[in-house]
């Protein structure tokens, strides 16, 4: 099972962070899930919500701040407590710090139509010239910038963030020949799996915090999971993975009983 950190550590670390992502990384963990929002000079920055208000305590949009800005405000508020400064990053500087990242989730959240062409131009351009296609997913809820994300580069690779059954969307990713699924894990079952395994598409369930939940989406064939605790998710399936490697075959716990062996009396 695949794990993405959503939002950096969103359940260990303030989200969206450097230091979230720092965190996460130490303990090994390689593949993330973030969210990309236009700063006022054409940058794309980490950040989910279009305003600062919630993460930083200041107000207004993330529209009306440079990146410089961004970077040089406190976004530790209504996160996970954590004791020093952490800014709001721009992806070049995330993409700077872990150069040896396995795969990131970069969700575009909805905008005015103007901003988003704008970041399109600046993801598509990124991926080019870092050569990233097989290393990054441009996600989004909003069809028409999917769209638009196909067109500039057809190698880039999508996919389709919903949390609704209607309209049904695996056929939703396919008219938008998506590469990724990236489905609320409450609406997620089998026969959804299945339809989009038959198109080609990768299945990412978001956002799973219980090990049941996981082991449940696991048995129906989801590919990853985003998760707000990485770390400790991470641990689960490589301990379960190791000690798998350490139990006894039948054949071993059947000689382990051989009858031919001297029984043992009191």
């Known amino acids: ?10 359940g260990e670390a303030p989200e969206n962070t450097l230091a979230g992502f720092t965190h996460a990384y130490r303990h090994g963990v390689r ?12 940058t794309p920055m980490v950040i989910h919500d279009l305003t600062v208000d919630r993460t930083t305590g200041q107000e207004g949009s993330v529209a009306s701040y440079t990146a410089s800005e961004l970077a040089d405000m406190d976004a530790r ?21 872990f150069p040896d990242f396995e795969h ?27 050569d990233l296609y097989n290393r990054v997913a441009i996600t989004s809820s909003d069809s028409w910038f999917l769209q638009e994300a196909r067109r500039r580069d057809r190698k880039v690779r999508i996919g389709l963030v919903t949390d609704r059954k209607f309209p ?16 609320g894990w409450r609406i997620c079952t089998r026969s959804i799996v299945d339809d989009a395994h038959r198109r080609g598409m990768h299945v ?7 090990i049941h939940d996981m082991v449940q989406l696991e048995a129906k064939g989801v590919d990853s999971i985003i998760t707000d605790y990485p770390t400790s998710t991470r641990m689960f ?3 379960r993975a190791k000690a798998a490697l350490h139990l006894p075959t039948p054949q071993e716990s059947a000689e382990g009983t051989d009858s031919t062996r001297p029984a043992i009396t009191s």
Not at 81 to 92: C, D, Q, S, V, Y
Not at 104 to 130: A, P, S, Y
Request: glycine share 4%.
């Open 168 to 183: 049904r969307p695996v056929n939703t990713a396919a008219r938008l020949h998506c590469d990724f699924l990236c489905i």
């Open 31 to 42: 593949h993330f899930e973030l969210d990309l929002v236009l700063s006022k000079d054409g």
């Open 77 to 97: 508020r209504n996160t996970t407590a954590w004791p020093r400064k952490a800014g709001i990053p721009t992806l070049e500087a995330l993409l700077n710090e």
């Open 104 to 130: 990131l989730q970069l969700e575009v959240k909805k905008d005015n139509r103007h901003r988003l062409n704008i970041l399109c131009n600046r993801l598509t351009e990124i991926i080019q010239r870092r």
């Open 237 to 239: 399936f490589d301990n």
């Open 204 to 210: 990412s369930t978001w956002t799973v915090n219980r």
């Open 1 to 10: 099972m695949i794990v993405y950190g959503h939002r950096g550590a969103k």
